[in-house]
C-alpha cells in the first residue's frame, strides 16, 4: 500500500507543481508534463528508486488515460459539422501521415543500427499510451521504451509543433488540427484546445483514426 501511494501521490505532486509553474509563467518549457516529467526523473534517479517500484502506484494514472480519452468527445460533439464537412481530408491526411510517421521512424531506427528491439518499440510512436503499449508488445518491442518515443512525440508536437505551424502561416483549422494529432496525439491536441476548439476537436479524431490506422497496421506487418 505504500508502495502503491508513493507512485501515485509523487505524479500527482509533480504535475500539480507543472500546473501551478504554466499557469504563473505561460511558458512552453513549463508544461505540466515536462515539469512533472523531469522532476520524477531526478526523484527516482537520485534516490536510486527503481522504476518497477515507482510504477506499482503511478500505473493507475496510465489507466486512468482510457477515460480522459474518452472525455475529448464532449468538445468533439459541438464541432461535429465541421468534422463531417471535412472528413476526406481528414482521412486522407491521417492516411498518409500515419503511415509515414511509422515507416519513417522504422526505417530510421534501422538505418542508425539500432537493435531489432529498438527498432520495434519506435513503431507505434504516434498512437496514443495505452495503445502504444500494446502494439509494441505485439511488435515485440520495449513497451517502456515505446513511452518514452511517445512521450517525445506528444512533447515534441506539443512544444515545437504549434510554433513552426505559426511561423509557417498554416491557420486553417483543419490543417494545424490534423498536423498535431497525428504527430503527437493526446499531448498536442490538449495544448490545441488551449487555443481552439476547433483545433483540438480536429486533432482529436486525426489521432483517434491514427492510433486505429496504426493498429491494423502493426497487426499486418509487425505481429
Known amino acids: ?29 513549463f508544461q505540466p508534463l515536462i515539469v512533472a516529467t523531469v522532476i520524477l526523473c531526478a526523484i527516482l534517479l537520485i534516490c536510486n528508486i527503481p ?26 460533439y459541438f464541432n461535429l459539422p465541421m468534422v463531417k464537412k471535412y472528413f476526406v481530408p481528414i ?13 519513417s521512424g522504422y ?21 496514443t499510451t495505452p495503445i502504444a503499449i500494446e502494439l509494441s508488445a505485439m511488435a515485440g518491442g520495449i513497451p517502456s521504451l515505446t513511452v518514452v518515443y511517445v512521450m517525445i512525440a506528444g512533447i515534441g508536437g ?7 505551424l505559426d511561423r509557417l502561416r498554416i491557420t486553417h483549422p483543419v490543417a494545424r488540427g ?12 490538449a495544448k490545441l484546445f488551449e487555443e481552439n476548439d476547433k483545433e483540438g476537436s480536429i ?21
Not at 115 to 121: A, I, L
Not at 178 to 189: M, P
Open 1 to 29: 500500500m505504500l508502495l502503491w501511494l508513493f507512485g501515485f501521490l509523487l505524479t500527482l505532486a509533480a504535475y500539480r507543481f507543472g500546473i501551478y509553474l504554466y499557469g504563473k509563467y505561460r511558458k512552453t518549457y
Open 51 to 76: 522504476y518497477d517500484t515507482y510504477m506499482k502506484g503511478a500505473d493507475l494514472w496510465n489507466w486512468l488515460l482510457g477515460p480522459a480519452v474518452v472525455a475529448l468527445a464532449y468538445p468533439l
Open 91 to 103: 482521412l486522407l491526411g491521417v492516411i498518409g501521415g500515419g503511415l509515414f510517421g511509422l515507416f
Open 107 to 127: 526505417w530510421l531506427t534501422m538505418a542508425l543500427g539500432a537493435d531489432p528491439d529498438v527498432v520495434r518499440s519506435v513503431i507505434p510512436k504516434n498512437a
Open 158 to 164: 506539443a512544444t515545437l509543433g504549434i510554433p513552426i
Open 178 to 189: 490534423l498536423s498535431i494529432g497525428i504527430a503527437s496525439h493526446g499531448f498536442g491536441t
Open 203 to 223: 486533432a482529436t479524431v486525426a489521432y483517434i483514426l491514427t492510433a486505429i490506422l496504426l493498429t491494423i497496421v502493426c497487426t499486418i506487418f509487425f505481429s
